[in-house]
């Protein structure tokens, strides 16, 4: 078993930038990916960035890549999204996830999920 706890959401003008966190603890053998989503209002849920065990692969959607940055702690089992140039979409629940990973873009790839933290971004 595999907990995800995320934290450091908060509210954040546009043009701002916030870090989130998402600690894990418990046995990581079977995880290969950890990864971001997020969940606005009467959205989807929507992939965010993921990266690997191995190699320390990172994989960004679109609509974050060059804005987001996904960094990996092991010492701390831990993963942090770095966000940039926030813009009022980017304002969702985002959650954590670890599982294998493959594909990084499909949520059924994650076994296990954090509560997520919510990021409003709004002047």
């Known amino acids: 078993q595999v907990q995800l706890v995320e934290s450091g959401g908060g509210l954040v003008q546009p043009g701002g930038s916030l870090t989130l966190s998402c600690v894990a603890s418990g046995s990581m053998y079977s995880i290969n990916g950890m990864t971001w989503y997020r969940q606005a209002p009467g959205k989807e849920r929507e992939f965010v960035g993921g990266?690997?065990?191995?190699?320390?692969?990172?994989f960004y959607a679109d609509s974050v890549k060059g804005r987001f940055t996904i960094q990996r702690d092991d010492e701390q089992k831990a993963i942090h999204l770095l966000m940039n140039s926030l813009k009022p979409e980017d304002t969702a629940i985002y959650s954590c996830a670890a599982g294998t990973g493959v594909p990084m873009t499909a949520p059924t790839s994650f076994t296990y999920w954090g509560q997520g933290t919510q990021v409003t971004v709004s002047s």
């Open positions: 990266i690997t065990r191995i190699g320390s692969f990172t």
